[in-house]
């Protein structure tokens, strides 16, 4: 029975000791996300907002919540963006699904391709390099989401990374030996090179995220990406579910660490020397920014 009123319940939210039914899960999460992104201001009055829709789970539900919120408003608008890689057999139907929400919700959708932008697919460029074929793709999808948002006229680029990833993200810097990488990456720049990034659902877990999908009858069963086996991700996603299960608030708690670090960097100047790149012009540390110096790499 739901903790909150008289009907079956769904889910039994561990964090919070509560059962809840699918009406007030729905609630529950709508509710988070709001907080989130009013805490942390990450949309105010006059914002255009690029939403990545890949069209998988975490930026459908995204878009929906999104939709949902300030559907009323007249202040904020939302473009959806989609990247198309170029991975046979996976991202065809993603596609699809994107293109058949955003018309459902009434949203403008706009399509780039790694072809269009840089002449080649992920799948050619990749050959014996899979192994390094999620932070290749990373680089590149990163350039290709500002591209687009930049031609649509977005103040602001939203993503659908959640609770896991983040946790996940924390793990992996803290890893590599490089946590301050974390709070780099995090928030917004204030040289007004970059278009700032949010990520509304970063409290949200990939679990609740799913039951969200269900109840809402969004749910649309897809491949997954063929180049995820190869990533330090898998071993490091594997580890915290493992944790998160016997220590519930594991994930939680590793988000916690993320702020704490980033409340006492607060003040503090910590991106890197910035200059242009010699071959494009972006915004970049060395003489190359990273795309350039991985195209170049690439077609040798
Ligand atoms: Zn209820
Ligand atoms: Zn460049």
């Given at each position: 029975m739901?903790?909150?009123?008289?009907?079956?319940?769904v889910?039994?939210?561990?964090?919070?000791?509560?059962?809840?039914?699918?009406f007030?899960?729905?609630?529950?999460?709508?509710q988070?996300?709001?907080d989130?992104?009013?805490?942390r201001?990450?949309i105010?009055?006059?914002?255009r907002?690029?939403?990545?829709?890949?069209?998988?789970?975490d930026?459908?539900a995204?878009?929906?919540?999104?939709?949902?919120?300030?559907?009323?408003?007249?202040?904020?608008?939302?473009?959806?963006?989609?990247?198309?890689?170029?991975?046979?057999?996976?991202?065809?139907?993603?596609?699809?699904?994107?293109?058949?929400?955003?018309?459902?919700?009434?949203?403008?959708?706009?399509?780039?391709?790694f072809?269009?932008?840089?002449?080649?697919?992920l799948?050619?460029?990749l050959?014996?390099?899979?192994?390094q074929?999620?932070?290749?793709?990373?680089?590149?999808?990163?350039?290709?989401?500002?591209t687009?948002?930049?031609?649509?006229?977005?103040t602001?680029?939203?993503?659908g990374?959640?609770?896991?990833?983040?946790?996940?993200?924390?793990l992996?810097?803290a890893f590599?030996?490089?946590?301050?990488?974390?709070?780099?990456?995090?928030g917004?720049?204030?040289?007004?090179?970059?278009i700032?990034?949010?990520?509304?659902?970063?409290c949200?877990?990939e679990?609740?995220i799913?039951?969200?999908?269900?109840?809402n009858?969004?749910?649309?069963?897809?491949p997954?990406?063929p180049?995820?086996?190869?990533?330090?991700?898998?071993?490091?996603?594997?580890?915290?579910s493992?944790?998160?299960?016997?220590?519930?608030?594991?994930?939680?708690?590793?988000?916690?660490s993320?702020k704490k670090?980033?409340?006492?960097?607060?003040?503090r100047?910590?991106s890197?020397?910035?200059?242009f790149?010699?071959?494009?012009?972006d915004?970049?540390?060395?003489?190359?920014?990273?795309v350039?110096?991985?195209?170049?790499?690439?077609?040798?």
């Amino acid at each position: 029975m739901c903790s909150l009123c008289d009907e079956p319940a769904v889910t039994y939210q561990r964090h919070t000791c509560r059962h809840l039914c699918g009406f007030h899960f729905i609630i529950d999460i709508e509710q988070r996300v709001a907080d989130t992104i009013r805490t942390r201001m990450m949309i105010v009055p006059q914002d255009r907002i690029a939403v990545a829709l890949s069209g998988g789970k975490d930026s459908t539900a995204l878009l929906i919540i999104l939709n949902r919120l300030f559907f009323q408003s007249d202040e904020i608008r939302f473009i959806a963006i989609t990247i198309d890689e170029g991975i046979t057999g996976y991202r065809e139907e993603t596609i699809r699904s994107a293109d058949h929400l955003t018309k459902q919700l009434g949203i403008e959708h706009h399509c780039l391709s790694f072809y269009d932008l840089f002449g080649y697919s992920l799948d050619d460029l990749l050959n014996e390099r899979k192994t390094q074929a999620c932070s290749i793709c990373g680089i590149l999808r990163k350039k290709a989401l500002v591209t687009g948002s930049q031609r649509a006229g977005a103040t602001k680029i939203a993503t659908g990374h959640n609770l896991d990833d983040e946790a996940q993200s924390v793990l992996m810097n803290a890893f590599r030996g490089d946590l301050l990488r974390l709070v780099r990456n995090s928030g917004s720049d204030s040289s007004g090179k970059f278009i700032p990034r949010v990520k509304p659902l970063s409290c949200i877990s990939e679990k609740d995220i799913a039951l969200y999908l269900i109840l809402n009858n969004a749910w649309t069963p897809l491949p997954e990406c063929p180049y995820t086996g190869y990533a330090l991700r898998r071993e490091v996603r594997a580890m915290l579910s493992g944790f998160e299960y016997r220590h519930p608030g594991t994930m939680l708690k590793a988000l916690e660490s993320k702020k704490k670090i980033e409340q006492s960097c607060a003040g503090r100047n910590l991106s890197l020397p910035l200059g242009f790149c010699k071959a494009c012009g972006d915004p970049c540390s060395g003489d190359l920014c990273q795309v350039c110096l991985l195209l170049q790499s690439l077609k040798r």
